[in-house]
């Protein structure tokens, strides 16, 4: 059954790499629908399509599947710069119809308002020192092949899938500082710009928690985690994991609001409260 949200948050999608879990995300947004879309970034990378990447059909059936959801739900869709597509500088900021591409978006719901942003810019690494940030990008690329090979055997023994990089990256030290220190610093900037709360994606870490009084919220990826953030009409937030939906109910031909009681597996849930408006864009 197809659940209706007032507003879906995905990023990272990194599409042109064999890594990105295209057909997943999109059969993700089969099952919902939504007033507004919002993705936060990387949702193309266009750095590894300079190099070794290639586009498949599945990665035009993602962009295909948003056509659908202006068209038959007259969708607004928000495609926010990531560093991965930083090729869209060329055009930004740029409106057409439902779809706005921009660097980032303040976001009023329930009374309260939200910073999204891919979360690069907070990132001096990626900012100020690009060559490391792409000897990075070879690393995590390599520990996706690596990963890749490893859950190919997992499954020839029935074993569960396995995130190797999200195992390194719990067990390197400066990794989980690196992760703290980011989160804390976008807590800190939504503060500066009077903002409730951030969202943000970049570091393929879901996350839902309160930091200072700042809510921070982190859509993940679709890469690894499959994951995204979504607010139902009465502006409750929560993570939604694509391993826990039951696709057994799914159906083209009924919407049911998310305010109906659902069996919906989530976590990290939060309560807000108010009316969405997007200021400064006219659609």
Not at 63 to 86: A, C, P, Q, W
Not at 258 to 273: E, P, R, Y
Request: one cysteine or more.
């Amino acid at each position: 059954m197809k659940t209706d949200f007032k507003t879906i948050v995905i990023s990272d999608v990194h599409l042109g790499t064999k890594g990105s879990k295209a057909k997943e995300v999109s059969r993700f947004l089969k099952q919902y629908s939504c007033e507004n879309l919002i993705l936060n970034g990387d949702i193309i990378d266009g750095w590894q399509l300079k190099k070794s990447g290639s586009w498949k059909r599945k990665h035009t059936r993602f962009f295909n599947r948003i056509l659908k959801m202006i068209e038959s739900n007259n969708t607004k869709v928000f495609y926010l710069r990531g560093n991965h597509d930083d090729f869209l500088d060329q055009i930004l900021p740029l409106q057409i119809g439902n779809l706005s591409i921009q660097n980032d978006l303040v976001y009023e719901s329930n009374g309260k308002k939200f910073f999204i942003t891919h979360g690069d810019v907070f990132d001096s690494v990626t900012s100020n020192f690009r060559w490391i940030a792409y000897l990075g990008d070879i690393g995590y690329t390599f520990l996706l092949w690596l990963n890749r090979q490893v859950n190919y055997h997992r499954r020839r023994k029935g074993l569960s899938y396995f995130s190797l990089s999200q195992y390194v990256k719990g067990k390197v030290k400066s990794a989980i500082s690196y992760i703290d220190e980011y989160e804390t610093e976008l807590a800190k900037m939504a503060k500066s710009r009077g903002c409730d709360g951030i969202i943000c994606g970049h570091i393929h870490k879901a996350e839902n928690r309160t930091i200072e009084g700042i809510t921070y919220m982190n859509s993940g990826d679709w890469v690894e985690t499959m994951s995204a953030l979504a607010e139902d009409h009465k502006g409750n937030w929560q993570l939604i994991y694509y391993s826990e939906i039951d696709f057994k109910k799914e159906s083209e031909e009924t919407i049911i609001p998310i305010d109906s009681k659902i069996d919906l597996k989530t976590v990290a849930f939060s309560n807000l409260s108010g009316e969405l408006k997007f200021p400064n864009f006219k659609i």
